[in-house]
């Protein structure tokens, strides 16, 4: 089991030279230990935000959480029709996996469901169901380009347009306040806010969002991703968000940087590797997980593997042969994979499917966490 690194406490070493004219003595070393708390990007953020961002760190240091996009929305077959809800990991598991991934692609535009036909009401419903559950929410936005009505994977050169001064501010700040009323809506049934790990403008060192890689420069990515989070932080007062920062795949701990809007800025960082079957997937990972440990270690921050998977699980035993390799002794908090869309584009098993075994292995692993391993943290 892996143990985090994570410190509140940083041990300062302070070498005292000893001033002298004979002999010179041996330096002298002085332990000072400073507090050093957590510093969110949100200073007004509500309590259980702050006890989400404490449920991660007691996650990390027990093993990684896993999570399934649409987990409960929809699988293999069939959709969502009443509560409570199931879904495909419960299927062939037994038990939900621990984080539950929605997304808020189209909101902006006004619609009733999202771009893959998920009814924002019931996500809503669905949001405040996991949370109930005990478990651990993330939301990404494929937001629609303001500019010219394209959806995320056009290509034009957009950001300057949607800063501050840009010729469609006004456009992209009501995009967000439809988001950030959306965020404001999820009380559970206390009243309070349910709190969100929210991951705007993800995989940007990739060239295929119009947010990333040659669509846009990185300092107008870091700027965009900042004033983002001042929209819904300080205009819309929005409280109830862990900020992510999750780049594409990298080579090194430079390019990983390249787009980091700031330690102000992002709470927790994390990583997007998919394993398209080049048999590189283990080392890349393994590779790209030490780097993101690196900098989150030198930051005090948490870190994750904010997207992967296999479309279609191939090989069968993916789970455990390649995904459980990659991961184990990573230190990352969780790991997320894609939705069960169709019989082409699926990354959990499903009943009848053929890694549902390997499947039921790798959840086995005292390192790796579902729903019941997590729920009471
Ligand atoms: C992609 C695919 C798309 C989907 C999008 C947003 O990776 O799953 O089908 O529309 O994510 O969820």
């Given at each position: 089991m892996q143990q985090k690194n994570l410190r509140n406490i940083s041990i300062v070493f302070i070498a005292v030279l000893m001033f002298s004219c004979k002999p010179k003595k041996a330096d002298e070393t002085v332990e000072v230990i400073e507090e050093n708390p957590i510093q969110f990007v949100d200073k007004d953020l509500t309590q259980e935000t702050k006890q989400l961002r404490n449920k991660l760190e007691v996650i990390a240091s027990k093993g990684i959480a896993f999570g399934h996009q649409d987990a409960t929305a929809y699988g293999i077959g069939w959709k969502h029709s009443g509560f409570p809800s199931d879904s495909d990991v419960k299927k062939v598991t037994g038990d939900f996996p621990a984080m539950f991934g929605f997304e808020l692609g189209d909101l902006e535009l006004g619609k009733?469901?999202?771009?893959?036909?998920?009814?924002f009401d019931l996500m809503k419903k669905l949001i405040i169901e996991a949370d109930k559950m005990g478990g651990l929410i993330s939301v990404s936005w494929h937001m629609n380009n303001p500019v010219n009505g394209n959806n995320s994977w056009d290509k034009t050169e957009t950001i300057s347009k949607l800063l501050k001064g840009g010729t469609h501010r006004d456009k992209f700040e009501n995009y967000v306040s439809k988001v950030a009323d959306f965020f404001l809506d999820?009380?559970?049934?206390?009243g309070n806010l349910v709190p969100v790990i929210f991951r705007p403008w993800h995989e940007m060192s990739g060239s295929w969002f119009w947010w990333g890689g040659e669509n846009t420069t990185h300092e107008q990515y870091k700027q965009f991703f900042r004033e983002t989070v001042e929209l819904f932080r300080d205009r819309y007062n929005v409280h109830n968000l862990l900020y992510v920062y999750s780049p594409d795949k990298i080579q090194t701990e430079e390019e990983y940087m390249a787009y980091y809007p700031g330690d102000e800025y992002a709470d927790i960082i994390g990583i997007d590797i998919y394993d398209f079957g080049d048999g590189k997937h283990i080392e890349r990972v393994q590779n790209s997980l030490a780097i993101v440990k690196k900098v989150a270690d030198e930051k005090g921050k948490l870190f994750a593997f904010t997207e992967t998977g296999r479309e279609k699980i191939n090989p069968s035993n993916w789970y455990t042969s390649v995904a459980y390799p990659g991961i184990k002794n990573s230190g990352a908090a969780y790991m997320f994979v894609w939705r069960n869309a169709n019989l082409g584009h699926f990354y959990a098993p499903y009943p009848g499917h053929e890694s549902v075994e390997d499947f039921i292995e790798f959840k086995n692993k005292p390192d790796i966490l579902f729903l019941e391993d997590i729920k009471g943290l």
């Open positions: 009733a469901t999202n771009l893959d036909s998920v009814n999820l009380k559970d049934e206390d």
